[in-house]
């Protein structure tokens, strides 16, 4: 894992743990398995979105859509982690400004 994976798999461990009220889970850590339900999941989401929003209403509902599937697959820091960096890495094409 490199280093800007670990971090964002870091973050998305301490919102984990807010959520639950406990500190932070680990990157492997599944966050049903540690007491987390469907409400706190939809929290611990709409957080991630917050801080990881794509550009775009698009790309932002991309994330949410996929975030949604991943944490009832891998509701691990690490497995939301690798969503939030494939969808991080679509902006920054658009960066060089609009092509049409």
């Given at each position: 894992m490199g280093n800007g994976?670990?971090?964002?798999s870091a973050t998305i461990g301490e919102l984990m743990g807010t959520a639950l009220m406990r500190g932070p889970l680990?990157?492997?850590?599944?966050f049903f398995d540690c007491g987390g339900d469907s409400v706190r999941?939809?929290?611990?989401?709409?957080?991630?979105?917050?801080?990881?929003?794509?550009a775009g209403g698009q790309s932002a509902e991309a994330l949410r859509s996929t975030?949604?599937?991943?944490?009832?697959?891998?509701?691990t820091p690490a497995g939301l982690a690798a969503v939030c960096a494939a969808h991080a890495a679509v902006p920054a094409v658009i960066?060089?400004?609009?092509?049409?």
């Open positions: 994976l670990s971090d964002v680990a990157p492997d850590e599944d999941a939809v929290d611990v989401l709409q957080r991630l979105i917050d801080v990881y929003r794509p975030l949604l599937e991943t944490i009832f697959e891998d509701a960066d060089g400004g609009p092509r049409h």
